[in-house]
């Protein structure tokens, strides 16, 4: 088992009290990730010199960087990660006492039968007191001065809500990473889907010069006898044909274009992209990923540093829950200038006062509600457990089909290439023989609906190489990618 992987179990007694303890399942993994493929492993670590290729074209460069600036996720995303640190900075003084400036102004007028009303009267018959001392009915009462107020943390419960809180602003922020990857990989893949969509475009536009050279030989041919009304219409069907074709594919370009455009923020407009390669030249195409990855890489994953976070904030909650239960220390001290008369309220020191109250607190009536605070919190921990463990899964899983992908992609490649240069070639000779009378027109006809079918299958699966490696990127989380 890859102890990296599994670093956050729950263990045999993670949760005690009111729920047993219990021996969570663990989850095991392999130390590496590799492809179904016979392929060996061609080295220890991943070479990224694959995801240097594809993110070295220079328009995509701009449309990414457009997008991390302007998309109004990402955006919004920032403003959470604002709010989290807000947040955060709430916790860190949790534990600080609180102190505020305190202002304060009354009037009382004690009843006669009243403690402090017959206090009020003995004092003002002593003589023992000055006019200033005399206390009148009713009787004001001024402060200005500072009052405070320090929960003890005894117990831990402030420590652990600052953990919690520091857990979930870092998760936050993972968040916003694996969002970013998201739209770094979204735009990558219309980007080279956009590129395929050209590509198949030339083809068509090459195929139809092709048919309609087609078309006017089969008139000549019809003309001069060799060949019949019926093939004369057969060519123009497959023309008419393919030049239908060129218009599916225009509204599969705009449609890309309006996809990228959105994720940029951005009303639609038209997208910069290099020009089209040759089909079958596979220098152009990134080297194939060596299988074989390190499964600790899945560890770099957004999405699983989050659910990690996240864990670790659930069992700090478990454990300011179980806090809650125990007695709270409180101090309330003051200090400040006290009188009963508004001008000797500033007379020093007669008229300073400070005190300092201390209470110790423990729950008794709403021990239920503590109980099913501590119970939410406990279903909150074994929650973020099971997702932290379905997030390896569903990352390890999601590698090892981006690695079949560009390995069997790469492989029907080599082979879509040479078929497409052997029907090339058919329709060479197809069209030579037609025209010496060796060959019919439905042997023409097949020959050059074979070779457009395969030249955009080509085209489909060099598609598919590059957006093999983009789910392999998106997949390890978009480390050293970019």
């Known amino acids: 088992m890859n102890k990296r992987i599994y670093q956050y179990a729950l263990g045999a007694c993670l949760l005690t009290g009111a729920v047993a303890c219990t021996t969570q399942k663990e989850l095991q993994l392999p130390e590496r990730i590799s492809a179904s493929v016979t392929t060996p492993p061609a080295a220890d670590t991943i070479s990224l010199a694959s995801f240097d290729r594809i993110f070295q074209d220079r328009y995509l460069k701009?449309?990414?960087?457009?997008?991390?600036?302007?998309?109004?996720?990402?955006?919004?995303?920032?403003?959470?990660?604002?709010?989290?640190?807000?947040?955060?900075?709430?916790?860190?003084?949790?534990?600080?006492?609180?102190?505020?400036?305190?202002?304060?102004?009354?009037?009382?007028?004690?009843?006669?039968?009243?403690?402090?009303?017959?206090?009020?009267?003995?004092?003002?018959?002593?003589?023992?007191?000055?006019?200033?001392?005399?206390?009148?009915?009713?009787?004001?009462?001024?402060?200005?001065?500072?009052?405070?107020?320090?929960?003890?943390?005894?117990?831990?419960?402030?420590?652990?809500?600052?953990?919690?809180?520091?857990?979930?602003?870092?998760?936050?922020?993972?968040?916003?990473?694996?969002?970013?990857?998201?739209?770094?990989?979204?735009?990558?893949?219309?980007?080279?889907?956009?590129?395929?969509?050209?590509?198949?475009?030339?083809?068509?536009?090459?195929?139809?010069?092709?048919?309609?050279?087609?078309?006017?030989?089969?008139?000549?041919?019809?003309?001069?006898?060799?060949?019949?009304?019926?093939?004369?219409?057969?060519?123009?069907?497959?023309?008419?044909?393919?030049?239908?074709?060129?218009?599916?594919v225009k509204q599969e370009i705009a449609s890309i274009e309006n996809q990228l455009n959105a994720l940029m923020g951005r009303l639609p407009q038209h997208i910069e992209r290099s020009a089209v390669s040759d089909l079958v030249d596979t220098a152009n195409l990134p080297p194939a990923v060596p299988s074989g990855i390190p499964a600790n890489l899945l560890l770099h994953r957004p999405d699983i540093q989050r659910a990690e976070l996240e864990l670790s904030a659930t069992k700090a909650d478990v454990k300011a829950a179980r806090a809650a239960f125990l007695p709270g220390l409180t101090i309330t001290p003051y200090a400040g200038f006290n009188a009963f008369k508004a001008g000797l309220l500033f007379k020093s020191p007669a008229s300073i006062a400070w005190g300092a109250l201390g209470s110790v607190t423990a729950p008794i009536f709403n021990k239920k509600q503590l109980k099913a605070q501590y119970n939410i919190s406990t279903a909150n921990a074994y929650t973020a457990f099971y997702e932290y463990q379905q997030a390896i899964v569903n990352g390890y899983q999601e590698v090892a089909t981006a690695l079949n992908k560009v390995e069997n992609q790469h492989q029907a490649f080599s082979l879509k290439s040479k078929e497409v240069l052997v029907l090339q070639q058919a329709v060479s000779t197809a069209n030579i023989l037609f025209t010496t009378g060796y060959a019919n027109y439905l042997e023409v006809i097949t020959a050059q609906k074979s070779v457009l079918e395969a030249e955009l299958a080509l085209v489909n699966t060099r598609k598919g190489v590059y957006q093999g490696l983009v789910s392999l990127y998106r997949s390890l989380g978009g480390s050293g990618a970019r």
Do not use: C
Not at 116 to 129: Q, W
Not at 180 to 204: C, F, H, K, R, W
Not at 220 to 232: N, W
């Open 62 to 248: 701009n449309l990414v960087d457009s997008a991390l600036q302007n998309n109004y996720d990402l955006l919004a995303a920032s403003r959470r990660i604002s709010a989290a640190q807000a947040n955060l900075m709430m916790a860190r003084n949790a534990w600080l006492p609180s102190v505020n400036l305190s202002l304060t102004a009354g009037v009382d007028h004690f009843a006669d039968y009243t403690m402090t009303g017959v206090g009020n009267f003995d004092t003002n018959k002593s003589p023992n007191i000055n006019d200033d001392q005399r206390v009148s009915d009713p009787t004001p009462e001024y402060f200005a001065g500072i009052r405070s107020s320090w929960e003890i943390d005894l117990w831990g419960k402030l420590k652990q809500q600052r953990h919690a809180t520091m857990a979930r602003f870092l998760a936050t922020s993972e968040a916003r990473r694996l969002l970013t990857t998201q739209i770094v990989s979204g735009i990558t893949g219309l980007y080279y889907e956009l590129l395929a969509m050209d590509n198949e475009l030339v083809i068509i536009h090459r195929n139809i010069k092709l048919q309609e050279a087609a078309v006017a030989t089969v008139h000549i041919q019809k003309d001069a006898g060799r060949a019949t009304e019926l093939a004369v219409q057969q060519f123009t069907a497959q023309l008419l044909s393919t030049q239908a074709l060129e218009f599916g």
